[in-house]
Nanobody, 122 residues
Framework: QVQLVESGGGLVQAGGSLRLSCAAS????????MGWFRQAPGKAREFVVW????????YYADSLKGRFTISRDNGKNMVYLQMNSLKPEDTAVYYC???????????????WGQGTQVTVSS
């Protein structure tokens, strides 16, 4: 079983940047696909990006490509989400997730962190 803990959220002004971190427990981190999702109040959980177990492949939601960047460090059991040019509509709770296959569907991920709040003011 994998335990995930996100950090790095906060309040920023539009146009600003944040880097989210996700720390994973366990001894098999490098075998998992890692993804980031977000959920705004009253809305469904939304796919942001996934990264392959080696970190060599990524896939972003079309609306976010060019502003957000995912990376991972398997030696440290960490995955990151660099968010630039933030907009008020990016406001949401951001979750990291671990799964066994590359997918944009939240149902394809087996383990989830508790989430970290990102609020972007206009």
């Amino acid at each position: 079983q994998v335990q995930l803990v996100e950090s790095g959220g906060g309040l920023v002004q539009a146009g600003g940047s944040l880097r989210l971190s996700c720390a994973a427990s366990g001894r098999t981190f490098s075998s998992y696909i890692m993804g980031w999702f977000r959920q705004a109040p009253g809305k469904a959980r939304e796919f942001v990006v996934w990264i392959s177990n080696s970190g060599s492949r990524t896939y972003y939601a079309d609306s976010l490509k060019g502003r957000f960047t995912i990376s991972r460090d398997n030696g440290k059991n960490m995955v990151y989400l660099q968010m630039n040019s933030l907009k008020p509509e990016d406001t949401a709770v951001y979750y990291c997730a671990a799964g066994r296959a590359t997918t944009y569907n939240a149902r394809g991920y087996d383990y989830w962190g508790q989430g970290t709040q990102v609020t972007v003011s206009s």
